[in-house]
């Protein structure tokens, strides 16, 4: 059984304003993983979205995230579908902005999990927007570490896991959800946020050519527009402009980057390491959103 390790995402933001994410099922993924492999994902947004793919697939997941409700929660709408594929989904929550909260998350995950693990998503992430003259020294701090400083903390200390369970054959998978935002400049204040993903694309690279010795690879996807917590208020305010902005005239559904990821974590996706694959639909192509 494939093994997945993944965190939510989190929103910092001067002025908060969110409601849930969709839920729409991914029931139809392009590739089947591994049949032994352990995802790690997220309680919320795009996270949900590909433990849920990954759940309909088969695989053992452990999702993560500062709300331990919000954890219980997703555990409990996956169990169902969790139940028909054969897999299984657990709960293990933890406020990723702390270092000490990151090594317990780990030390509970290799507890769980002696074998090793197959599969890391970095997940968590946060933004903030404000204008420029606004903008909060603290923001930086708080998207940075979430964003950028935390995905090499987590990947670090994960490393003796994912190596018990790679091989030539088959490594394991580190995969970061990125943003197309870390790709072009991006029209919405949000600074911090699209610095941190731009140096996550690098990081990805950087991790790929160091890992690919220990039989780990390093891939990242560059999302565009998906109905997710963090785009909420974007969406409800210009989303027939984004839809109208993006080649394919629509919002990313779930299937799209849950099948993304289970592509990275199949043997179809084994000689992958150090790419970038834009999730957009096409929308960094375009130059008004």
Not at 14 to 35: F, G, I, K, L, Q
Not at 102 to 117: F, I, K, N, Q, S
Not at 221 to 250: H, Q, W, Y
Request: net charge neutral; aromatic share 6%; with cysteine.
């Amino acid at each position: 059984m494939l093994k997945v390790f993944s965190e939510s995402r989190a929103r910092w933001c001067s002025s908060p304003e969110a409601s849930n994410a969709s839920d729409t099922p991914c029931t139809h993924p392009p590739t089947t993983p591994y049949p032994s492999t352990n995802p790690t994902t997220g309680a919320k947004g795009i996270g949900r979205m590909i433990a849920e793919g990954y759940v309909a697939n088969g695989a053992k997941v452990y999702l993560t995230g500062r709300d331990a409700a919000a954890c219980d929660a997703a555990v409990a709408e996956l169990q169902p579908l969790a139940s028909r594929s054969g897999a299984s989904v657990h709960a293990l929550p933890a406020n990723l902005q702390e270092l000490s909260e990151c090594e317990r998350l780990v030390a509970a995950l290799t507890e769980r999990e002696p074998g090793g693990l197959h599969v890391l998503l970095n997940n968590a992430g946060a933004s903030w927007g404000d204008s420029l003259d606004a903008y909060p020294d603290h923001a930086w701090h708080k998207v940075l570490t979430l964003n950028l400083h935390r995905v090499f903390t987590l990947t670090q200390l994960c490393l003796p896991l994912l190596e018990r369970a790679a091989s030539p054959a088959d490594p394991a998978r580190v995969i970061h959800i990125g943003s197309i935002d870390g790709i072009r400049a991006p029209t919405i204040s949000n600074f911090a946020y699209s610095a941190s993903k731009a140096g996550l694309h690098h990081l990805s690279r950087a991790l790929a050519r160091e890992l690919g010795q220990r039989d780990i690879t390093s891939n990242v996807l560059a999302c565009g527009p998906f109905p997710t917590k963090m785009m909420k208020a974007t969406l409800d305010s210009f989303g027939d402009v984004i839809k109208n902005e993006v080649p394919l005239r629509r919002i990313g559904n779930p299937s799209d980057v849950a099948g993304s990821c289970i592509y990275l974590s199949s043997k179809a996706g084994a000689y992958c390491n150090g790419a970038l694959i834009r999730v957009d639909g096409g929308a960094s192509l375009a130059s008004k959103i």
